[in-house]
């Protein structure tokens, strides 16, 4: 098992911390931004999906014309485009990335995000209708004759892609906390995102996923995946201190200029967990919860505040947990991403590289 590294670029520079600079697409901080993350080591980058926000497709092209390596993870939302042609869609940006992709499937957790896009369903039925996007994208990827599909949501007559990905399997990443989600997880998902957890709630949430996929046939079990936002510095005292002002430039950000997506109250079960466990500001060793409370949940917030060897000790937690991939951003995106290449990237690799020799001797 060796673990895989993610981040995650934005299409201009912006955080918690930073007000937005630029126009709202910059191709060339796009570019850099992937090209610092291939050469800080990082496997995957994630590209996320918003109501108001450029088009994650157009991204990932631009993205992957400007790296060799690094591999992308494409954030969609069923329900806006037919699944036969997102599956088409998928599968060509595939052959242009070179087999390079993976789609991270967003059901959505907020009603007025969805609704900014004309979707009114509930979640349940947001679940129900994912469900049947992945068994038609699925078809469409992997079907060598015409099929025909009869859901609830969507309705397929003689359906057929003849682009199919340019890898032979093309990774599905789910995530969310409610029944719903783990149950779609179980049967279509071949990687489960967390958000950053507890090392105690990570696990109790790998149980109840483990108990889900006796329900379904499954080729190989899910593999697991999940978040946080280091905060680095040589001292530990140092990144505590680092820790606070990010704390107090975010509270600025919120206060000041009105971000509205971090004034929604928590929708989603995973974002109504961050809310809970924020009530304790620092759990396990070094897993800070601050900006949580600022953010209601919203996004992955949670962050592991230390020395690049105290941040990668408490990764390699979790990958004992059977979590062998982690995604990492920070509070000063593309500086970060530099930094974290320097001596996380390789500590974590050298922590998990050494349990794994661990486990063969054992």
């Given at each position: ?21 630029g126009p709202v697409f910059n191709p060339d901080y796009v570019a850099n931004f992937a ?131 340019y890898q032979s399997h093309l990774p599905v990443y789910f995530g969310g906390s409610s ?168 500590s974590i690799r050298h922590k998990t590289a050494e349990l794994d020799k661990l486990n063969?001797?054992?």
């Amino acid at each position: 098992m060796t673990i895989q590294i993610l981040g995650m670029i934005g299409h201009r520079l912006a955080s918690e911390t930073t007000p937005a600079e630029g126009p709202v697409f910059n191709p060339d901080y796009v570019a850099n931004f992937a090209k610092a993350h291939e050469d800080a080591g990082f496997d995957r980058v994630l590209i996320g999906q918003w109501s108001d926000q450029p088009d994650g497709f157009i991204v990932a092209a631009h993205a992957g014309a400007n790296t060799s390596k690094l591999k992308f993870l494409l954030a969609h939302r069923p329900g806006f485009i037919a699944p036969t042609l997102a599956a088409r869609k998928y599968a060509t940006l595939d052959h242009l990335v070179k087999g390079r992709l993976a789609i991270h499937v967003i059901t959505g957790g907020s009603d007025p995000e969805q609704q900014r896009d004309g979707d009114f369903l509930t979640k349940a039925e947001r679940y129900a209708r994912t469900k049947e996007f992945l068994d038609i994208a699925k078809l469409s990827w992997y079907s060598n004759k015409p099929f025909q599909y009869n859901g609830k949501y969507y309705q397929v007559k003689d359906g057929f892609s003849e682009i199919k990905p340019y890898q032979s399997h093309l990774p599905v990443y789910f995530g969310g906390s409610s029944q719903e989600a783990l149950n779609v997880a179980a049967e279509h998902a071949d990687v489960f995102a967390l958000w950053g957890e507890p090392l105690a709630g990570a696990a109790e949430l790998i149980k109840n996923i483990r108990a889900n996929e006796v329900n379904f046939e499954r080729k190989n079990p899910l593999d697991f995946n999940i978040s946080f936002r280091p905060i680095i510095a040589d001292t530990e005292a140092q990144a505590w201190e680092k820790a606070q002002d990010i704390y107090r430039l975010t509270r600025d950000q919120i206060e000041n200029r009105g971000l509205r997506k971090d004034k929604q109250s928590a929708q989603s079960v995973g974002a109504q967990r961050l809310v809970e466990l924020a009530s304790k500001e620092v759990h396990d060793t070094n897993l800070w919860t601050g900006i949580s409370t600022l953010v209601h949940g919203n996004h992955n917030s949670t962050a592991l505040v230390g020395t690049p060897e105290q941040v990668a000790e408490s990764i390699a937690e979790y990958y004992k947990l059977g979590i062998n991939s982690v995604l990492i951003r920070g509070f000063d995106p593309l500086n970060d991403v530099i930094e974290y290449g320097k001596e996380l990237l390789p500590s974590i690799r050298h922590k998990t590289a050494e349990l794994d020799k661990l486990n063969k001797i054992t």
